[in-house]
């Protein structure tokens, strides 16, 4: 049967791009989907919930010798693509300070090269980014002699693709500024920009075998060597780290079973009227971004299909300028990379301690990182100092949901939120030094808090 005529326009438009045959079929796949009914749904009746998965504590550590030879055949990848616009930031997200004099990328620096001196291993860093971010982001780490030269690519490229018209599903036009016709399509386009821009076929030609993938702006993402071990030893082609879910996992996405096979449902992929998502007890199992690829399973995969893993469908409903809602209503057709754990045989979870997540994704969480609930060490974790599941913050969107307005709100640094559960903040509020947060605050405004003030729930 003939496609639709907006796929051809779509592929057309891909194409003059200079879209790589890769990207091509899975852009095709994607458009093939959506024709699908629910397309990009997954309502909590069609799913039941995870019961077991096996632990990081179970694994082994292994001989220093033998963490060498693995760690040697390691590549460490970043998602770096994001400019941090819906925190209100121009330039890239990883360059935002989280601690004094230390930004996501300093931090992810200092953890792979204090891997690399105790392992003695190679190691490489590489970043997925986007046009705006690679200068900012290379310029940055150019500052750290041991990630300039490492005979691998520093970075590629993520892909692009059109942007639909909500209306009829061809390509929007926006003369106004035609970049803004352009979207990624998600963080599942991983696996396809690793092929169309060479970089899996270079990185397996240097002898590396693996790939540890994980979000910038996750700091508690760290290499660890009991995993690399065991995807080494049990030859996993993908595995996937999550974490027992909480109340602070607003967002993110939940494992689940569907038809007896594993799947991660994504906020977008959940109906109008469906609460289940939130039912942290019920999912249980919620996935951190960070991922164990086997380099050559991978490029098996895309050898049989090019658009390999298949991923299931995420339509996300924007405006062509997404800082104008009036704008042309438009359609972003993406995927995402941990979806895959669904559609790659012999893929397995493995649950880990919230250590290895700790995500930036708003001001709320930004406030939680730059505070001493987090100490960072010399060689770059970032530890928690809390007991139990952590301090929840939620500020003022209207106020504090842009950096410049959260850092006006707090001059001084942030409060002490080591023994704090729950700081809700509504309204002008401003804060002055030292203050603390015990226990479950909630502030309203206007109000200034004092210096060394001890807030009390």
Same mark, same amino acid.
């Given at each position: 049967?003939?496609?639709?005529?907006?796929?051809?326009?779509?592929?057309?438009?891909?194409?003059?791009?200079?879209?790589?045959?890769?990207?091509?079929?899975?852009?095709?796949?994607?458009?093939?989907?959506?024709?699908?009914?629910?397309?990009?749904?997954?309502?909590?009746?069609?799913?039941?919930?995870?019961?077991?998965?096996?632990?990081?504590?179970?694994?082994?550590?292994?001989?220093?010798?033998?963490?060498?030879?693995?760690?040697?055949?390691?590549?460490?990848?970043?998602?770096?693509?994001?400019?941090?616009?819906?925190?209100?930031?121009?330039?890239?997200?990883?360059?935002?300070?989280?601690?004094?004099?230390?930004?996501?990328?300093? $931090?992810?620096?200092?953890?792979?090269?204090?891997?690399?001196?105790?392992?003695?291993?190679?190691?490489?860093?590489?970043?997925?980014?986007?046009?705006?971010?690679?200068?900012?982001?290379?310029?940055?780490?150019?500052?750290?002699?041991?990630?300039?030269?490492?005979? $691998?690519?520093?970075?590629?490229?993520?892909?692009?693709?059109?942007?639909?018209?909500?209306?009829?599903?061809?390509?929007?036009?926006?003369?106004?500024?035609?970049?803004?016709?352009?979207?990624?399509?998600?963080?599942?386009?991983?696996?396809?920009?690793?092929?169309?821009?060479?970089?899996?076929?270079?990185?397996?030609?240097?002898?590396?075998?693996?790939?540890? $993938?994980?979000?910038?702006?996750?700091?508690?993402?760290?290499?660890?060597?009991?995993?690399?071990?065991?995807?080494?030893?049990?030859?996993?082609?993908?595995?996937?780290?999550?974490?027992?879910?909480?109340?602070?996992?607003?967002?993110?996405?939940?494992?689940?079973?569907?038809?007896?096979?594993?799947?991660?449902?994504?906020?977008?992929?959940?109906?109008?009227?469906?609460?289940?998502?939130?039912?942290?007890?019920?999912?249980?199992?919620?996935?951190?971004?960070?991922?164990?690829?086997?380099?050559?399973?991978?490029?098996?995969?895309?050898?049989?299909?090019?658009?390999?893993?298949?991923?299931?469908?995420?339509?996300?409903?924007?405006?062509?300028?997404?800082?104008?809602?009036?704008?042309?209503?438009?359609?972003?057709?993406?995927?995402?990379?941990?979806?895959?754990?669904?559609?790659?045989?012999?893929?397995?979870?493995?649950?880990?301690?919230?250590?290895?997540?700790?995500?930036?994704?708003?001001?709320?969480?930004?406030?939680? $990182?730059?505070?001493?609930?987090?100490?960072?060490?010399?060689?770059?974790?970032?530890?928690?100092?809390?007991?139990?599941?952590?301090?929840?913050?939620?500020?003022?969107?209207?106020?504090?949901?842009?950096?410049?307005?959260?850092?006006?709100?707090?001059?001084?640094?942030?409060?002490?939120?080591?023994?704090?559960?729950?700081?809700?903040?509504?309204?002008?509020?401003?804060?002055?030094?030292?203050?603390?947060?015990?226990?479950?605050?909630?502030?309203?405004?206007?109000?200034?808090?004092?210096?060394?003030?001890?807030?009390?729930?």
């Amino acid at each position: 049967m003939d496609a639709p005529p907006y796929v051809h326009a779509t592929l057309t438009k891909a194409e003059k791009d200079g879209a790589h045959p890769a990207e091509l079929a899975a852009l095709r796949r994607r458009l093939d989907q959506l024709d699908e009914p629910r397309a990009g749904l997954l309502p909590g009746d069609d799913l039941e919930p995870l019961r077991d998965v096996a632990g990081l504590e179970e694994l082994p550590e292994p001989s220093a010798e033998r963490a060498r030879e693995i760690l040697d055949g390691l590549a460490v990848l970043k998602l770096n693509g994001g400019l941090g616009t819906s925190m209100g930031l121009t330039g890239p997200k990883s360059l935002l300070e989280v601690k004094p004099g230390m930004s996501f990328l300093d $931090v992810l620096a200092t953890q792979i090269l204090a891997v690399r001196e105790r392992y003695g291993a190679r190691l490489p860093l590489l970043l997925m980014n986007s046009a705006a971010t690679r200068g900012p982001s290379l310029a940055a780490l150019d500052r750290y002699d041991g990630l300039r030269d490492q005979r $691998v690519p520093r970075d590629f490229l993520q892909g692009r693709e059109p942007k639909l018209r909500a209306d009829d599903r061809f390509p929007v036009e926006w003369p106004a500024d035609p970049e803004l016709e352009w979207c990624p399509p998600g963080h599942g386009d991983l696996y396809t920009a690793l092929a169309a821009s060479g970089t899996l076929d270079r990185l397996l030609d240097a002898g590396l075998r693996w790939c540890f $993938v994980s979000n910038s702006d996750n700091l508690g993402a760290t290499v660890d060597v009991r995993l690399a071990a065991w995807v080494a030893a049990e030859e996993i082609p993908f595995a996937m780290e999550v974490v027992r879910g909480t109340p602070a996992d607003r967002k993110g996405g939940h494992l689940a079973l569907h038809r007896g096979r594993v799947v991660l449902r994504e906020t977008a992929q959940v109906p109008d009227g469906d609460s289940s998502f939130t039912d942290v007890e019920r999912w249980r199992f919620y996935n951190t971004n960070n991922l164990w690829i086997d380099l050559r399973a991978l490029r098996r995969l895309q050898q049989e299909d090019p658009a390999a893993p298949a991923l299931p469908l995420i339509v996300n409903h924007k405006t062509v300028d997404p800082k104008d809602p009036s704008s042309t209503p438009v359609i972003q057709l993406e995927t995402a990379m941990g979806a895959a754990i669904g559609s790659i045989a012999g893929a397995r979870p493995v649950l880990v301690p919230r250590t290895r997540f700790a995500p930036v994704k708003t001001t709320d969480d930004l406030l939680v $990182v730059r505070s001493d609930a987090y100490e960072l060490t010399a060689d770059g974790r970032m530890l928690p100092t809390y007991d139990g599941p952590g301090p929840v913050v939620t500020l003022d969107r209207e106020r504090f949901r842009l950096v410049p307005g959260f850092e006006r709100a707090f001059p001084a640094g942030p409060p002490s939120l080591r023994r704090g559960t729950r700081l809700r903040v509504d309204g002008d509020v401003t804060f002055g030094a030292n203050v603390v947060v015990e226990g479950d605050v909630h502030l309203t405004g206007p109000r200034h808090v004092p210096d060394g003030a001890v807030l009390r729930g």
